[in-house]
């Protein structure tokens, strides 16, 4: 166990949809990073938050929203679901801003059909 | 533009040899690297990482080479264990313009070391 929770580990929804992502830090760890892997790809940086503000964006689409609530736990929004996001989602977290070294949680593995 | 490159999608040893996977970055102002391992249906856990002031790190089996000139990183493992079987990810850091010191990583490397 990491230390970083992320629920749920498999989701299963349709094109159109919306899904939420949950991702709890390790205890101290004020920064959220999320990730996504897809088929062949590697971790695509989507966004980070620290101590409930986002510090830098990535790759992340306009559907795709996240936020990092006071107790400092994290979700990701997925909406208008496309076959293409189908991937593995990762959240890390770590104790400062600056990302020197991450724990990650065991991801969510999202299937959009 | 991937400013994180592993060119080689697998890598195939044999217990007790050594295992050398390869990582190239394009971005000048990375200043930290790291590796990761990861194994299927886990996440990726930090192996180890060396900053750009070295040019050598060591932990154990593995052992982390950093040519700045080159922007070339390796990781060797010595000796390779079948449990050393996994999906190898390099990463790097450096200041992105403000102190969003996120980690850009490389697609990965499947190493298998067989019995």
């Known amino acids: 166990d990491s230390g970083v929770t992320q629920t749920p580990k498999h989701l299963i929804t349709a094109t159109g949809q919306r899904v939420t992502l949950r991702c709890s830090p390790r205890?101290?760890?004020?920064?959220v990073y999320w990730y996504q892997q897809s088929l062949d790809q590697g971790l695509q940086f989507l966004i980070q938050?620290?101590?409930?503000?986002?510090?830098a964006k990535g790759n992340i689409l306009e559907r795709f929203s996240a936020q990092q609530f006071p107790d400092l736990h994290s979700e990701l929004n997925l909406s208008s679901l496309e076959l293409g996001d189908s991937a593995l989602y990762f959240c890390a977290s770590s104790v400062g801003r600056q990302g020197r070294g991450y724990t990650f949680g065991s991801g969510t593995r999202l299937t959009v059909v | 533009d991937q400013q994180v490159k592993q060119n080689s999608p697998s890598l195939s040893v044999q217990e007790g040899r050594i295992s050398i996977l390869n990582c190239d970055y394009t971005?000048?102002?990375?200043?930290?690297f790291l590796w990761y391992k990861k194994y299927p249906a886990e996440g990726p856990t930090f192996l180890i990482s060396?900053?750009?002031?070295?040019d050598k790190n060591e932990d154990g089996r593995f052992t982390v080479f950093l040519n700045k000139s080159a922007k070339h990183l390796s990781l060797h493992i010595v000796p390779s264990q079948p449990g050393d079987s996994a999906v190898y990810f390099c990463?790097?850091?450096?200041?992105?313009?403000?102190?969003?010191?996120?980690?850009?990583f490389g697609k990965g490397t499947l190493l298998t070391v067989n019995p």
């Open positions: 060396i900053s750009s002031i070295k």
């Open positions: 205890s101290g760890d004020l920064s």
């Open positions: 990463a790097a850091s450096g200041n992105s313009g403000g102190s969003n010191y996120k980690l850009t």
């Open positions: 938050y620290y101590n409930g503000e986002e510090r």
């Open positions: 971005n000048s102002m990375f200043d930290y």
